[in-house]
């Protein structure tokens, strides 16, 4: 398997730009989600989905969508891109109900100009 | 609303020592809490998963612990090694769908 994948690994951006973070994961989880982490900050929630068809927001859910066609990914767009939202991306996958042990892709790094 | 915190934020051991992280949170309605280890500029590999009705769980030199009405878990390592040297982060589930609340972590460095 290999878990939880995420491209690109690293992206530059002008102000107003618009991207698509993409995530997969291959152990059939229902539960996926995004975090972003910041110095200072941790690593705060920005949307998540308990199966196809499902999202739903987290802490800081604005200025960014998703949408969850298929099992295996849970793409995050960036609309207009912001330096506010300049971080490092990272997407999580669990089986939720089965104790929920939560397994993280390696990130997007995002530096937005 | 759940609040997670870390203490210390970095510290720093000789080899061999046994040491323990500490992680706090302020709801004790928890549905879990995660344990994971961080390499800089890395993902987050999981450690340790305690669900709510557990005490403690235990991987080789690692032992997490969770009491939930004092809001305290603690992760302990035993005879640590310099490739123990990373930023440890405890992460509280509210419910069974997948949100975590992070703490903001502990950077530890394991000198030789």
């Known amino acids: 398997n290999a878990g939880v994948t995420q491209t690109p690994k690293f992206q530059v951006l002008k102000t107003g730009q618009s991207m698509t973070l993409q995530c997969a994961q291959d152990?059939?989880?229902?539960?996926m989600s995004w975090y972003r982490q910041d110095p200072g900050m941790g690593l705060r929630l920005i949307h998540y989905?308990?199966?196809?068809?499902?999202?739903d927001q987290g802490e800081v859910p604005n200025g960014y969508n998703v949408s969850r066609s298929t099992t295996e990914d849970f793409p995050l767009r960036l609309l207009s891109a912001a330096p506010s939202q300049t971080s490092v991306y990272f997407c999580?996958?669990?089986?939720?109900?089965?104790?929920?042990?939560?397994?993280f892709g390696p990130g997007t790094r995002l530096t937005v100009l | 609303k759940q609040e997670v915190t870390q203490i210390p934020a970095a510290l720093s051991v000789p080899e061999g020592e046994n040491l323990v992280l500490n992680c706090s949170f302020t709801?004790?309605?928890?549905?879990?809490l995660q344990w994971f280890r961080q390499d800089p500029g890395k993902g987050l590999t999981s450690l340790l998963l305690?669900?709510?009705?557990?005490r403690e769980q235990t991987s080789g030199r690692l032992n997490a612990s969770l009491d939930k009405s004092s809001g305290r878990s603690t992760l302990y390592i035993a005879a640590s090694q310099p490739g123990d040297s990373a930023t440890y982060l405890c992460?509280?589930?509210?419910?069974?769908?997948?949100?975590?609340?992070f703490g903001q972590g502990t950077t530890l460095q394991v000198k030789p």
């Open positions: 999580a996958s669990s089986y939720g109900g089965k104790g929920n042990e939560q397994f």
């Open positions: 305690i669900q709510s009705s557990q």
């Open positions: 992460a509280a589930g509210s419910s069974n769908t997948g949100k975590l609340i």
């Open positions: 709801d004790s309605a928890i549905y879990n």
């Open positions: 152990m059939n989880h229902e539960y």
């Open positions: 989905s308990v199966g196809a068809g499902i999202t």
